[in-house]
């Protein structure tokens, strides 16, 4: 009977954790979808916990890790944090494996983050893609020394690494200018990032610059969704010309593009036959407005047009999800909707310690109730000061 209870409860949380999976990789949906498999996810967890596993030695049974190093961490067993890095470490499982869980129910848990950084700048390892889930991280720790390392190329960062290293409110200009034009596209991208959050004077010239140097399409991708979050539209030409060349990326791209003047981009794509399902799908997840389909199968560009000019009458300059927005409003505005695109419209909204985490972290609900509290709790403070 505890076998079977034990196989039940697990086949339910691999399939909720690639439900999970597949809702993220929407990049907008409401909320509460997110919070309900996060409830299913614990309910299975909790239930597991109650069979009464012996956690230590399931660990030499090579199964059922992820899950049990969770129920550990619920229960407060020994420093969750530092069961599950040594989990990762003894090879067992991987990063990828633990992400979810840790977004879920370790991004309140304090963890040692300059003990951390140490231990990858010299064993390069997956510590800190964990690590980062982490949003009480004491962030303005004095990190430059770090920097400096990774500028000259004393290590070479993950990603996870240079968002902490360059995502720091007090980075210097010097350094962010360093970051733009670095090889190294990790930190070129957080750099860029925080140049923008911070408005810094010539960042635009740096991201063309890095940006004509970028020779893979997965790097170009992301600068390109950047570049639509600033709305520049000396970017269009060279959006529009990617997704022609990479029609995959299409809408990945094209749904960063929410300021309602950039939908006349996302129109003219849908308009060319390689592109136009791709396109539509960015139109739907930035409007939410269903178009017919002409005798060729292609979106109504008219259809589309039209309603784009009744959008530009409107209230609020950008819209995602059918929702519009400002966006210094959006964290306020967008409340109830959830997904990398929703987080990204935010990274200017909310507070600048979180934007690099913002944009390259999927968030749990866990995560947004974090991000949501530390708010509260400073204007509060603001409030009282006043």
């Known amino acids: 009977m505890k076998v079977a209870k034990l196989s039940l409860h697990q086949k339910r949380i691999k399939t909720l954790t690639k439900n999970y999976r597949n809702l993220h990789s929407e990049g907008v949906f409401e909320s509460n979808r997110l919070q309900v498999l996060e409830q299913q996810l614990l309910n299975h967890l909790y239930a597991l916990s109650d069979i009464k596993i012996d956690i230590e030695t399931d660990i030499e049974g090579n199964d059922l890790l992820p899950e049990n190093a969770l129920i550990a961490a619920i229960y407060n067993v020994a420093e969750p944090w530092d069961y599950v890095l040594t989990l990762l470490e003894s090879d067992k499982t991987t990063a990828d494996t633990l992400m979810?869980?840790?977004?879920?129910?370790?991004?309140?848990?304090?963890?040692?983050?300059?003990?951390?950084?140490?231990?990858?700048?010299?064993?390069?390892?997956?510590?800190?893609?964990?690590?980062?889930?982490?949003?009480?991280?004491?962030?303005?720790?004095?990190?430059?020394?770090?920097?400096?390392?990774?500028?000259?190329?004393?290590?070479?960062?993950?990603?996870?690494?240079?968002?902490?290293?360059?995502?720091?409110?007090?980075?210097?200009?010097?350094?962010?200018q360093n970051g733009y034009a670095h090889s190294d596209i990790n930190i070129a991208k957080a750099a860029l990032v925080m140049g923008f959050v911070k408005q810094v004077q010539g960042w635009q010239k740096g991201f063309f610059q890095r940006f004509v140097k970028c020779d893979k399409a997965d790097d170009k991708a992301e600068l390109l969704c950047l570049a639509g979050l600033s709305y520049n539209p000396d970017w269009h030409e060279a959006c529009k010309t990617f997704c022609i060349n990479h029609p995959q990326y299409c809408t990945y791209v094209l749904s960063h593009y929410q300021d309602k003047q950039q939908l006349k981009l996302i129109i003219e794509?849908?308009?060319?036959?390689?592109?136009?399902?791709?396109?539509?799908?960015?139109?739907?997840?930035?409007?939410?407005?269903?178009?017919?389909?002409t005798k060729a199968s292609l979106p109504n560009c008219n259809q589309a047009e039209l309603f784009r000019r009744e959008l530009l009458q409107q209230a609020g300059s950008h819209m995602i999800f059918g929702r519009t927005y400002l966006a210094h409003s959006a964290a306020r505005q967008l409340v109830g909707l959830a997904g990398v695109f929703v987080q990204r419209a935010q990274i200017i909204s909310r507070p600048i310690e979180f934007a690099v985490r913002l944009f390259n972290l999927s968030f749990s609900d866990k995560q947004w109730q974090i991000i949501n509290k530390k708010i509260k709790i400073e204007q509060e403070n603001i409030n009282r000061v006043a």
Not at 104 to 114: G, R, S, Y
Not at 129 to 153: E, I, P, W, Y
Not at 165 to 171: D, E, M
Request: hydrophobic residues 45%; contains cysteine.
């Open 100 to 176: 979810p869980f840790v977004s879920m129910f370790l991004a309140d848990k304090p963890v040692q983050l300059l003990e951390n950084l140490e231990y990858v700048r010299f064993k390069p390892c997956e510590r800190i893609q964990l690590v980062q889930h982490c949003l009480n991280t004491q962030m303005q720790c004095d990190l430059k020394a770090f920097r400096q390392s990774a500028l000259v190329g004393n290590f070479k960062p993950d990603a996870a690494t240079a968002s902490i290293l360059f995502g720091q409110a007090n980075l210097g200009q010097s350094e962010l």
């Open 269 to 293: 794509l849908m308009a060319q036959e390689t592109t136009a399902k791709y396109a539509y799908q960015a139109w739907l997840n930035i409007t939410a407005k269903t178009l017919y389909m």
